[in-house]
């Protein structure tokens, strides 16, 4: 028997459900096109509920724009709900039969519990007209050759207001007829998330049959990009995120998604981002072709100090870290002679010891023979290359860190050095969840204790690490070294939620359920040159950047850098990941006179009494920093509930809907301690459509509900009720990165 969880009523994210929408059966769902062809089917039976299909009369607005996006829409094929009411009528006649003989039936559709044969035999006549229509569609559009995707069911609105229609002068004219049109004027097409872009003129875009839309917003938790309206009878399935989730795993889908999904965002989000804005069209169209889009996992190197300049970025998501004196890879020119001379002989006794021993055999066999015969001798320049792109290749992808042991601990005695257990000190407890610059730092350590001769010390040749900036999305970064042929500055790595400790009262928030990433675009040199001789706005903005950088660096030299730089280098600041906070809420304890009425306040904003915030945490500087949500920059929370029930609201609040089945994977992932599990009252109670659809699953108790600060957005004004209530003005909310930084 299988175990369902509570259905969620996905009628409660969007529309309410109308006379002609359907919860379909696992059955009826994995029948559809979009579900047949994967190569593992989701779990519609554990997670009842969580697709509609919308039957849509010319007309019906399916989203609207601005609306925060929780759900996405397949259009279905006239041929996919041919398939289905074919099925459908098949159990509708058994069960007809079944009653006309007064013998029970199983109900494998919802849409059959509780009704009376003769509206079951009206629903059959239903089915067999509605067929016939459709089958005489399908004939049609083959006779004409008309492909589903060219068949027009739909249309994505844009509500802006329209300008006057411009007339271009003379002088214009004369101007596009010799340096071409510029975008100043704004694109032809605005990128939606939708498989086509909004017409400029008209403010609308075609959706065909077969088509998915929506699932950016669903995906990102960002706005509905326009307005979706039928212009014809059609039909369309709702999924909430956990089924997108689920499609987006399977390989077969995801390769298809990828596409769309990278087609989207050039022409959107990435022809958005500042740095491209005066691109001409043509000049973008160009310089799509050799744009990459590149993921990082949390913690992941981007490139590395002293690393050749190779190319350009621009973050689409998340946060990276920019990071002075974080280097670790070994350069031919930190060598000295008799480093170099000593250098082959400590590698080949590395044999005699045990650690020695597994870190000898993570060099390749070739590599291994050359060292062996260059021991006691000193390489040539080429040679030295060879040693140098070897030794490089056991810091970054040796693994031993994990091979030494399940714990820090472990790892630190069976290394047995005091260097190498210092310079590990503040790393996670398993070694699993070090990052790709910690894994990188102790490799380089462990190579300087095994061969203390021959490799160069790091902390020789460079400072204390020091943090420059974090930087967000839109920002970009490596134009530096590309203008000015210098090698990278600094060490850039994809940020991730800080651990947790006892003493900061947070939990570990490196979990396997946390796949937080970076994504960035990505420009080789080679076309971000070309591009800057071609186009003179771009290298306006890439001059100003470069000069800004320098400035910068100037300024970090001078006493007056030294004090902007306090805060963001507090290991605090960092331990307590207080840059992701886009609504932190700090409490000043010198104004501060421990009323409680920022509590009472929040009590009283909300219909169930509980509060969402708790006067406990760690301190930074002169502020505490309370239990309550941050709106992070990288809402983890939101990552993998199996339901779909956690999302942004329209006022970019974290959101916990009701059907929450209690699982505490969002409380668990929070970094912050910012959700609690409220136990709920009684037993739930389910309608008679749900107990139909759940057949003979066995329903999943569920006894408590996570809650999370809303921001108060429910409350007209959207004001937070902590901030307001507070009669000493001691309570804040704040952007962090303006705050803490500027």
């Not at 403010?203 to 998915?212: I, N, S």
């Not at 080679?526 to 950088?549: H, M, N, P, R």
């Not at 108790?701 to 409350?715: F, K």
Request: glycine fraction near 6%.
């Amino acid at each position: 028997m299988a175990e369902a969880m509570l259905p969620a009523e996905l009628a409660e994210v969007t529309d309410p459900l109308q006379d002609n929408d359907e919860l379909l059966s696992a059955e009826e769902l994995a029948s559809l096109t979009l579900f047949s062809e994967l190569k593992k089917l989701p779990s519609f039976q554990r997670f009842p509920g969580t697709s509609v299909l919308r039957k849509c009369t010319k007309g019906r607005v399916l989203v609207r724009q601005g609306q925060a996006g929780a759900t996405a829409f397949s259009i279905l094929t006239t041929e996919d709900v041919i398939r289905l009411r074919e099925l459908q009528l098949k159990a509708l006649r058994r069960i007809t039969a079944a009653l006309e003989e007064n013998r029970e039936a199983s109900l494998d559709h919802v849409e059959f519990s509780n009704v009376p044969l003769m509206d079951l035999l009206k629903r059959e006549m239903s089915y067999i007209r509605e067929l016939d229509e459709l089958k005489q569609q399908s004939e049609s559009f083959r006779t004409e050759g008309v492909a589903a995707n060219q068949r027009h069911v739909a249309s994505a609105v844009l509500l802006i207001g329209s300008k006057e229609e411009y007339k271009p002068g003379l002088l214009h004219r004369l101007q596009r007829m010799f340096i071409g049109k510029r975008s100043t004027r704004g694109p032809d097409f605005i990128p939606i998330d939708g498989p086509a872009d909004i017409d400029i003129r008209t403010k609308r875009a075609p959706l065909h049959e077969g088509e998915l839309f929506g699932e950016m917003s669903c995906m990102n938790r960002a706005p509905r990009s326009a307005t979706v309206v039928a212009e014809r009878d059609c039909y369309m399935l709702e999924m909430l995120r956990n089924v997108l989730d689920q499609l987006h795993n399977d390989p077969n889908y995801k390769a298809r998604l990828d596409a769309v999904y990278r087609a989207r965002v050039l022409d959107g989000h990435v022809r958005r981002l500042p740095i491209f804005q005066d691109l001409t069209d043509a000049e973008f169209a160009e310089l799509k072709e050799r744009l990459e889009l590149v993921d990082f996992e949390a913690g992941s190197v981007v490139f590395e100090e002293h690393q050749d300049s190779d190319s350009f970025y621009v973050i689409r998501s998340g946060l990276v870290k920019v990071v002075k004196n974080a280097w670790t890879l070994l350069r031919t020119a930190e060598f000295s002679a008799d480093q170099w001379k000593a250098l082959c002989g400590e590698l080949v006794e590395l044999s005699q010891s045990t650690v020695g021993a597994q870190a000898w055999a993570k060099f390749p066999a070739p590599v291994r023979a050359q060292i062996e015969a260059l021991a006691g001798a000193v390489p040539t320049p080429e040679q030295q290359q060879t040693l140098v792109t070897a030794l490089n290749d056991f810091i970054q992808k040796a693994e031993l860190h994990t091979a030494l042991g399940k714990t820090l601990e472990d790892v630190v005695v069976a290394v047995d050095s005091p260097q190498v257990a210092v310079d590990c000190e503040h790393f996670p407890e398993e070694p699993k969840k070090w990052s790709e610059l910690e894994v990188r730092t102790f490799h380089r350590s462990l190579l300087e204790f095994l061969c203390p001769s021959g490799i160069p010390r790091r902390a020789a040749s460079s400072g204390a690490r020091k943090i420059l900036r974090y930087m967000g999305r839109g920002e970009a970064f490596g134009e530096f070294g590309l203008v000015t042929g210098a090698l990278r500055s600094a060490t850039i790595f994809a940020y991730d939620h800080p651990d947790g400790g006892a003493n900061q009262r947070l939990p570990d928030s490196r979990t396997g359920a946390v796949p937080s990433r970076v994504e960035l675009v990505k420009i080789k040199r080679e076309d971000f040159l070309a591009l800057l001789q071609k186009s003179s706005s771009l290298k306006s903005k890439v001059d100003a950047i470069v000069a800004g950088y320098q400035s910068q660096a100037r300024l970090a030299q001078s006493p007056v850098g030294d004090r902007i730089e306090v805060r963001s280098q507090s290991p605090e600041f960092e331990a307590l990941g207080l840059v992701q906070g886009q609504r932190l809420m700090l409490i000043d304890l010198e104004r501060c006179t421990r009323c409680g009425s920022c509590v009472d306040a929040c009590v009283a904003a909300h219909e169930d009494g509980r509060t969402r915030l708790y006067l406990d945490g760690p301190r930074f500087e002169k502020y505490l920093i309370p239990l309550t949500c941050r709106s992070c920059l990288d809402p983890v929370c939101m990552i993998g509930c199996p339901v779909g029930s956690i999302n942004r609201g329209d006022n970019g609040e974290i959101q916990i809907r009701d059907w929450c089945i209690g699982c505490s994977l969002c409380a668990d992932q929070c970094p912050y301690g910012s959700i609690q599990m409220s136990p709920l009252p009684g037993d739930v109670q389910l309608t008679a459509s749900q107990r139909a659809i759940l057949g003979d699953a066995e329903m999943k108790s569920v006894s408590e509900r996570a809650v999370v600060c809303d921001l108060c957005s429910s409350i007209p004004g959207k004001t937070p009720s902590c901030v307001y209530a507070c009669p000493h003005d001691a309570a804040l909310r704040v952007n962090s990165l303006d705050f803490f930084f500027k």
